[in-house]
């Protein structure tokens, strides 16, 4: 229902797009999100986005170099990483809620992650 792609090996103060495709029935009307889980550490919040894409929210690591949207239109959502730094290595993952907007909480449906490493 989920499935996250983009991932890849970047050097630092690079950039990459990460992109989730999702079922209608699950991307519809709900607000969708990235988390991350590096090697050892437990999954955080990265960012999400509103079901009609009107509200973003962004963990305080990625603020304003991380970008949030969707195109409802595709069922597709996308994170715009800038400036990668090392600490920015994880395997991603996307996720929906069940309700039509969340700051990071209350996810409930989960895709397999796709791995993005930076190297310094």
């Known amino acids: 229902q989920l499935q996250a792609s983009g991932g890849g090996l970047v050097q630092a103060g690079g950039s990459l797009r990460l992109s989730c495709a999702a079922s209608?029935?699950?991307?519809?009307?709900?607000?969708m999100g990235w988390f991350r889980q590096a090697p050892g550490k437990e999954r955080e919040f990265v960012s999400a986005?509103?079901?009609?894409?009107?509200?973003?929210y962004y963990a305080d690591s990625v603020k304003g170099r991380f970008t949030i949207s969707r195109d409802n239109a595709k069922n597709t959502m996308y994170l715009q990483m800038n400036s990668l730094k090392s600490e920015d290595t994880a395997v991603y993952y996307c996720?929906?809620?069940?309700?039509?907007?969340?700051?990071?909480?209350?996810?409930?449906?989960w895709g397999q992650g796709t791995q993005v490493t930076v190297s310094s």
């Open positions: 209608r029935r699950t991307s519809s009307n709900n607000a």
């Open positions: 986005i509103s079901w009609n894409g009107g509200s973003t």
């Open positions: 996720a929906a809620s069940r309700f039509p907007v969340t700051s990071g909480k209350d996810f409930h449906y």
